[in-house]
């Protein structure tokens, strides 16, 4: 473990690549025959592709910013009226795909001397990396143009051609990742830290999910791939995986919840972990789980919004919202008989760190809402301010598989309750429901459908988008899922609603455990009685910041007041895809060239 850990850190000495873009010289400090001449020399080459996957202290913190669900202080620029532009920098790079193609050249060299078996699945492991690079670059600007070789200084009209359409990007990643599935030989690999061919079929699933979406909702004229040819794809990819037999939902509950502990742990659960990016003390390899969730300068006040915390389920799996009064209840009674995910996500009644009892730090503005993150972080103090945490981050799971399967399969009009039992409701059985898990709903929840997804009427559709939402929250998809289902309007719209209290100017406990946690007022803490002053916050004093207002019913709830334009969605609907950077289009025009910018940019 320690050795492929340090190899994928810093990359064995034999083979160092330097490269800026399309037809910049590869650097290699070992010659063509030293790498493609032998398997151990395609395998250390090949270790450099995993620079392409988020690091130990990013795979957590994919979604900064850009949810609908989780409040913030600081969104991202994307969704801050006026701050992005086309001239703003972005990832229009294409030096890790010139990395792959290099090698994928070498492989199909008279250098490569290795054997049949030996090529085709290194050849599938760069063909991996490939499609995860090309995925990346649809998911962000739509159409981009397609390279399968590493170009040469003398190509320019192939350089400089313009973009693909969507329809030849997809056909290509599917092609490579077919091809990664057919031909890596890896199975399982230590700690999930390395690609298999399950991880070629559970990527396929992802990508093509998100096409056939992105092209149902935004009514997208293609000439080759429908979306139903997609959804159908992603079923059959994901269908590859639960076929296998070798993943299951990890339901071994250990200290923290069998939900929580996917995400608590040094080592990955590679039951369910498919892929993860993995942390060790004795390797050096540290994350800042604890850094960004808990710290008020460091991190960015990442905490839910209320409007989300409402649709997590009852136990006996009715909706919460159905209950006379639901948006009364106080935050020590929210978590009874409640989808247990919501207790090992945020710090809930019972949540102790260090031993004792803990609450959303609300006071420093860590939590402003006062639900706080748990979900990626470890319980003690000591790992609080820096890169210390040793625990692994998923990037692909088997439960984001079931529901890759159970949506494709729903939006075919195709999902059976035996469908529904083993995906969905085995995940909700994993969280403690027990209501509504072995067939599929037949009725819309109206909390759902007139604060998330007005245009959904399908049961089943609804119900996946909820488990969607709490199952991988913050793992990376959610801004993803809301532009291929053109609901991005819910980053403007969607209230960022906090806990319910009674009354202010007066301590709360606010868990039950007879110890008041804060005491909310309209005034300065150097007005308040001194005993409350380390437990005094001050509500509506900035613009923006914590403010509460009154229910209608009684009491107040807390909530996050952006500035104007801090969350704002263009009614052209630009922000569906990024714009291609503007420099790269005068750029081409420089060279006699054309490049197509994205609508509206």
């Avoid at 639960?242 to 995400?263: C, H, M, P, Q």
């Avoid at 009674?502 to 804060?518: A, F, H, I, R």
């Avoid at 714009?579 to 509206?600: E, F």
Wanted: proline share 2%; hydrophobic share 35%; charged share 25%.
């Amino acid at each position: 473990m320690r050795k492929i850990f340090y190899i994928i850190s810093l990359l064995s000495a034999a083979v160092a690549i330097s490269s800026c873009d399309l037809t910049e010289k590869m650097q290699v400090d070992a010659d063509k025959a030293m790498i493609f001449g032998s398997a151990s020399g395609l395998e250390t080459y090949s270790y450099s592709f995993y620079d392409a996957l988020p690091g130990a202290t990013s795979a957590y913190y994919a979604e900064n910013g850009l949810t609908d669900y989780v409040s913030c202080r600081i969104p991202n620029d994307f969704v801050i009226e006026g701050a992005y532009t086309a001239e703003t920098k972005t990832s229009w790079s294409w030096t890790t795909l010139r990395n792959i193609n290099y090698f994928l050249d070498g492989l199909k060299s008279v250098e490569c001397t290795v054997d049949e078996k030996t090529r085709a699945h290194y050849e599938g492991l760069a063909r991996w990396f490939r499609a995860y690079f090309y995925y990346d670059k649809l998911n962000t600007y739509g159409e981009v143009p397609w390279f399968d070789h590493a170009l040469q200084n003398y190509e320019a009209d192939m350089m400089y051609k313009d973009r693909d359409s969507r329809d030849v990007i997809i056909e290509n990643i599917i092609a490579d990742l077919d091809f990664a599935f057919e031909n890596i030989e890896t199975t399982s690999s230590i700690g999930a830290s390395l690609i298999s061919k399950y991880a070629a079929a559970a990527l396929k699933s992802r990508a093509c999910l998100f096409e056939a979406s992105f092209r149902k909702y935004h009514n997208l004229d293609t000439e080759k791939y429908s979306a139903s040819d997609l959804y159908a794809q992603a079923a059959d990819a994901a269908s590859k995986v639960i076929n296998s037999k070798l993943y299951s939902l990890n339901t071994d509950e250990g200290n923290v919840g069998a939900y929580r502990e996917l995400f608590n742990r040094e080592e990955p659960l590679t039951n369910e972990v498919i892929l993860a990016v993995c942390s060790s003390a004795s390797a050096g390899i540290y994350g800042s789980q604890n850094w960004h969730f808990n710290s008020a300068s460091y991190g960015n006040g990442n905490c839910l919004a209320r409007s989300f915390v409402h649709t997590f389920l009852m136990k006996n799996g009715k909706p919460f919202t159905d209950k006379s009064g639901y948006d009364l209840t106080l935050f020590k009674d929210e978590f009874t008989d409640r989808d247990e995910r919501l207790a090992q996500i945020v710090r809930g009644p019972g949540y102790k760190k260090d031993g004792s009892n803990a609450v959303a730090d609300i006071t420093n503005l860590v939590a402003m809402t006062g639900y706080h993150l748990i979900k990626f972080t470890l319980d003690e103090a000591k790992y609080d301010n820096g890169n210390k945490n040793i625990n692994s981050t998923p990037l692909i799971r088997y439960a984001e598989v079931l529901l890759n399967y159970a949506e494709a399969q729903a939006e075919l009009g195709q999902l059976s309750d035996a469908d529904w039992s083993k995906t969905v409701g085995a995940i909700r059985k994993r969280a403690g429901i027990t209501g509504g898990v072995n067939a599929c709903p037949t009725t819309v929840d109206s909390y759902m459908q007139s604060t998330f997804y007005p245009d959904v009427t399908d049961a089943t559709i609804m119900e996946i988008r909820r488990e969607r939402a709490i199952e991988l929250f913050f793992e990376g998809f959610r801004f993803d899922d809301l532009r291929r289902w053109k609901a991005g309007k819910l980053m403007e719209t969607l209230p960022w609603t906090g806990i319910h209290i009674e009354s202010l100017d007066t301590p709360v406990d606010v868990n039950g455990d007879g110890k008041n946690d804060y005491y909310f007022t309209l005034t300065s803490k150097d007005k308040v009685d001194s005993k409350y002053e380390s437990i005094c916050v001050t509500v509506n004093a900035e613009e923006d910041g914590l403010w509460v207002e009154e229910n209608a019913g009684g009491g107040y709830d807390l909530y996050h007041k952006t500035a104007p334009g801090n969350r704002r969605w263009y009614e052209d609907d630009r922000q569906y895809l990024y714009p291609i950077p503007a420099k790269v289009i005068r750029d081409y025009a420089a060279s006699g060239y054309k490049l197509t910018q994205n609508k509206n940019w």
